[in-house]
Nanobody, 123 residues
């Protein structure tokens, strides 16, 4: 059974930092690209970042570039998202997802998702 379990969300003040984790099981984690996707209240899904299977290639949405860093530890089957300089507009439920195919730059299809972790940026 494939499982993706996010953790690390919470309430943080603007300018603060959080580190999200996604623990993966049920497939060969090291063989697949992974993404973080978020959904703000009342809005659709927004791709945030992606990383290839070997950690050599990463990509970011313009809205988070320079503030967020995606990484992975293939030995621990875990995906991470380090979020710095957080803004109120980063408030969302953050999901990790297993990439099934890449349609275009920043445009991916996914076959498995986690349950999400809430990030709230507010003073």
């Amino acid at each position: 059974e494939v499982q993706l379990v996010e953790s690390g969300g919470g309430l943080v003040q603007p300018g603060g930092s959080l580190r999200l984790s996604c623990a993966v099981s049920g497939f060969t984690f090291s063989s697949y690209a992974m993404s973080w996707v978020r959904q703000a209240p009342g809005k659709g899904l927004e791709w945030v970042s992606a990383i290839n299977s070997g950690s050599g290639v990463t990509a970011y949405a313009d809205s988070v570039k320079g503030r967020f860093t995606i990484s992975r530890d293939n030995a621990k089957n875990t995906l991470y998202l380090q979020m710095n300089s957080l803004k109120p507009e980063d408030t969302a439920v953050y999901y990790c997802a297993k990439v099934s195919s890449e349609v275009g730059p920043g445009d991916f299809e996914y076959d498995y998702w986690g349950q999400g972790t809430q990030v709230t940026v507010s003073s």
